[in-house]
């Protein structure tokens, strides 16, 4: 889909799964095997690249995506780049925090006091963020989810429940995207 929507883009893509990372998925697409939080297989494998857009769709844990941002953003994100963070919504579910502040509590609070303060990024990082993020912009979902993320079953009719029972509705199973501007 990226290497559609980005006709002349390289993308570079990593994972924590070698099938996923070994499958061939055009010219234009670079994968490497890296943990999203190991800065230094990161640093080895991107040393000379910076990207215009970068997207976490990681592990969706509250940790991962608040060092993940810290580090990716500060170091790798050009100036006038996006970083998207995606299902923030995760910070709901408590199976995936492992903070005393969650990620979608953080934007939240930045987009009130324009301060990004993040006790698990340096304070050299949180002043990085706080001075460069021009916004934060968390897109909720309103309408039912066009895939089921359990079984993979695309909604072709709307349904708010899917056939494996998982809830498609926003109101029962909601979805939050952030994207933030430097």
């Known amino acids: 889909m990226l290497a559609d929507f980005f006709p002349r883009a390289t ?4 994972d924590v799964n070698e099938k996923t990372v070994n499958a061939y998925y055009g010219d ?28 976490d769709d ?5 940790s991962h995506q608040q060092q993940t941002l810290g ?13 998207v963070c995606e299902d923030i919504h ?11 502040q ?22 050299e990082q949180n002043a990085y963020l706080t001075q460069h993020i021009q916004s934060i912009l968390i897109y909720k979902r309103t309408v039912n989810a066009y895939k089921c993320y359990k079984c993979k079953q ?3 009719n709307n349904n ?7 809830a498609l509705d926003p109101r029962q199973n909601p979805s939050y995207t952030s994207i933030i501007y430097k």
């Open 160 to 166: 708010s429940t899917c056939k494996c029972g998982t």
């Open 102 to 123: 969650t990620t979608l509590d953080l934007f939240e609070k930045f987009n009130v006091d324009k301060v990004f303060k993040c006790n698990l990024l340096t304070n």
């Open 58 to 62: 990681g592990s969706h844990i509250t």
């Open 90 to 100: 995760t910070s709901l579910w408590n199976k995936y925090v492992d903070t005393n």
């Open 28 to 55: 234009r697409i670079k994968t490497y095997l890296c943990n999203q939080i190991d800065f230094i297989t990161f640093d080895r494998l991107f040393k000379d690249v910076r990207f215009d857009l970068i997207i």
């Open 71 to 83: 580090y990716l953003f500060n170091n790798y994100l050009t100036s006038g780049g996006i970083y």
């Open 11 to 14: 993308i570079y893509a990593i």
């Open 154 to 156: 695309v909604n072709t």
